[in-house]
Structure formats: structure tokens, C-alpha cells
């Protein structure tokens, strides 16, 4: 043993004394670590509030939507290497060509100030334009432009299935895939059900998805309920330094009013209905809020 007058220390000791420092600093690293998935987590749940609060102020204002959101798949359908896989997950590609339906969907969004949409022309990155810029017009060069609606023959939709798994028919084709390659299930049916219970598991709906970046803000910078920027998502699985990370906007268009599983062109609303805006991963609110508050506790 050490006599008091020995102010050294044993080896032993020391590494007593380093074993207890690391100890120490494993615990506040995992506690620094808990705390910033908390405070993305929560960030997340703010800002899918403050955008859908914004967006709809805007409408009653203006009684239209901001215009140039961006497109969530290039002008022939091919899906964006820029997106994160979670974002696919809950996506799917539909065609719509059909004269008389193109017709009615295209001029309901005309008829809510939705007439033009930023498309990128490649599904790559475009060199040195953060992901998030990759839609911005004057970013992205000749890789994104400016395109009418009605010379679009591609949308991205959030797929809907029958409670029994039978995927949904849009103008009479159905949208068997989503566009991670997966089937569409009754697994997708109960995502829109959690997304608004309004969305029936039971009943065919069509709802369309766009992102909402900053030339859509921007596109409101006369109104009295101007929109100053878009809020980016962060959490593990969407980085914005790799990943497109904006807000999505889900737009109720029709319903199958005939039981027939298909959305036909007598079946299209006059105008589109913000269902909700959510997160890249295409998380409904409430479940972003759940989220935040298990992560505090």
C-alpha cells in the first residue's frame, strides 16, 4: 500500500482511473446522442406543423396553392437517385393518358394556381448542387425545368390498396408497384388510413405527391400570407447532404365512388384537397409528434 507522504500512483490505479473516464464518456456520448435524436425528432414534428399551417393559411388567402413544386419523378416516370429509399417506400409512379381524364386532372390543378412543376430531366445528381437544390430553378442548370401540367404524363401518388391487398386502379390501370420495386399491399392502404383517417382501407383514392421546396416559398412572396422558406427534414435516415430532404404535399384528387376499384375521369374532384403535408419518410403528423414525445421521456 502507498504511504500518504507518496504522491504517486500505482499502475493499477491509473488504470482504475482510465477504465472510470471511459466509462463516464461512453454514458455522455449516448446521452448526447439520445438527446439529438430527440431534437430532430421534435424539429421534425415543428416543422410538418408550421409548413401545413402556412400552406393552408396561403390558400384561404389567395384561394390557390403556391405554384412550382417540385416533381418526385423525372417527365417519364423514372424515380430520382437523389430521393432516400424511405421516400420511395411510400411512393408509386402512374401514367395518366387518358384524353378525357388528363383533361379534368389537369385543369383541377390549374384551377388552384398548380400549373407549372419543376422536373428534373435526369435522375442523377447534378454536380456540385446539394440535394435539396437539385430542383431549384437556376441550381440545376439544364438538368430541371419548368413544365406545364399538361405536359406532364407522369405523377408520383401515394399507392392505395382494398383492405384485401388488391392494388388500385388509376384510369383504369392499376399501380401494381411502388417505386421501390415493392408490391403495393394492404399495407399501404393502412399508411394513408394513418396519414387521415378521412383515407377509407376500404375505398380506392387517388392522392398525388409533390415536394414543396423553396421556389414554391418564393412563389408566394406577393401574398399577404407569403411563405418565407421550406423547411429541410434530418433525421438517420434522410441526410440532406445526400438526400432530397423537402416536405411533401399529398393532394386528395378522386375517390371510387362505384365500388370498382379505379378512379375514372367522372370520379376526379373539381379542385385538389391538401390531405397533409409530410415528412420525406412519409410519416403522417400525429405519428411525428408520438414520436417526439416517446423520445423524451
Not at 439529438?36 to 415543428?46: I, R, V
Not at 391487398?165 to 411502388?178: H, L, Q, R
Request: with cysteine; proline share 3%; aromatic share 6%.
Amino acid at each position: 500500500m502507498r504511504s500518504i507522504g507518496n504522491k504517486g500512483f500505482t499502475l493499477l490505479e491509473l488504470l482504475v482511473v482510465i477504465t472510470l473516464l471511459a466509462i463516464l464518456s461512453l454514458g455522455a456520448l449516448s446521452a448526447y446522442e439520445g438527446l439529438t435524436d430527440t431534437a430532430q425528432t421534435t424539429a421534425k414534428a415543428n416543422n410538418s406543423t408550421t409548413i401545413d399551417r402556412a400552406i393552408r393559411a396561403y390558400a384561404v388567402i389567395e384561394q390557390n396553392y403556391p405554384n412550382h413544386w417540385d416533381h418526385l419523378v423525372t417527365n417519364t416516370g423514372a424515380s430520382l437517385t437523389i430521393a432516400a429509399d424511405i421516400t420511395y417506400e411510400h411512393l408509386a409512379n402512374v401514367n395518366i393518358v387518358a384524353p378525357l381524364f388528363r383533361s379534368n386532372f389537369d385543369e383541377m390543378f390549374e384551377n388552384v394556381g398548380m400549373d407549372t412543376f419543376k422536373v428534373r430531366q435526369i435522375v442523377g445528381f447534378t454536380p456540385d448542387v446539394v440535394p435539396n437544390l437539385q430542383h431549384n430553378f437556376g441550381s440545376a442548370g439544364a438538368d430541371v425545368s419548368a413544365t406545364a401540367i399538361s405536359s406532364l404524363s407522369d405523377f408520383a401518388i401515394v399507392p392505395d390498396a382494398t383492405s384485401g391487398g388488391t392494388a388500385c386502379s388509376v384510369a383504369g390501370v392499376p399501380v401494381n408497384n411502388k417505386l421501390n420495386g415493392v408490391l403495393v399491399s394492404a399495407d399501404d392502404a393502412n399508411h394513408l388510413n394513418a396519414i387521415n383517417d378521412s383515407l377509407d382501407t376500404e375505398n380506392c383514392e387517388l392522392i398525388v405527391a409533390f415536394g414543396f421546396g423553396h421556389d414554391a416559398a418564393h412563389s408566394t412572396a406577393q401574398s399577404k400570407a407569403a411563405i418565407a422558406t421550406a423547411p429541410t427534414h434530418v433525421t438517420k435516415d434522410v441526410n440532406p447532404a445526400k438526400n432530397y430532404a423537402r416536405f411533401l404535399g399529398l393532394f386528395k384528387v378522386g375517390e371510387d365512388q362505384n365500388g370498382d376499384d379505379n378512379i375514372d375521369e367522372t370520379e376526379l374532384y373539381k379542385k385538389p384537397r391538401l390531405i397533409s403535408m409530410v415528412c420525406a419518410e412519409g410519416h403522417p403528423l400525429d405519428e411525428e409528434i408520438g414520436e417526439a414525445f416517446e423520445k423524451d421521456q
